[in-house]
């Protein structure tokens, strides 16, 4: 089993920053992809940043440049800096992590989520 917890949410007003920490654990045997992923009210969950196991990295546009994601393999932990935030990146944040077991069968790769975090921006 593999647990997937976010934390660092919270209120902010518009121009803040805050950065949330996304842990993976459990029966692990590597990770490929991390990301973070958003839904507000109303709207389907979006991407908001992946970052790979070697490092690459992608963004939603509207963040580009505001964001930054990182990751730490050895603890199986990325994070997202948020800068510059604004009333329209209020929403639930997710942390997905593309676990890889090993199985009877072999490698077997699957995606876990966790419970998300909030983040509101308002003044």
């Known amino acids: 089993q593999v647990q997937v917890v976010e934390s660092g949410g919270g209120s902010v007003q518009p121009g803040g920053s805050l950065t949330l920490s996304c842990v993976a654990s459990?029966?692990?045997?590597?990770?490929?992809?991390m990301g973070w992923y958003r839904r507000a009210p109303g709207n389907q969950r979006e991407m908001v940043a992946t970052?790979?196991?070697?490092?690459?990295?992608t963004y939603l546009n509207s963040v580009n440049g505001r964001f930054t994601i990182s990751r730490d393999n050895a603890k199986n932990t990325a994070y997202l800096q948020m800068n510059s935030l604004k009333p329209e990146d209020t929403a639930v944040y997710y942390c997905?992590?593309?676990?890889?077991?090993?199985?009877?069968?072999?490698?077997?790769?699957?995606?876990?989520w966790g419970q998300g975090t909030q983040v509101t921006v308002s003044s």
């Open positions: 970052v790979s196991s070697r490092g690459v990295k």
């Open positions: 459990g029966n692990i045997h590597s990770i490929n992809d």
């Open positions: 997905n992590a593309e676990v890889v077991q090993l199985t009877s069968e072999g490698a077997r790769g699957r995606p876990y």
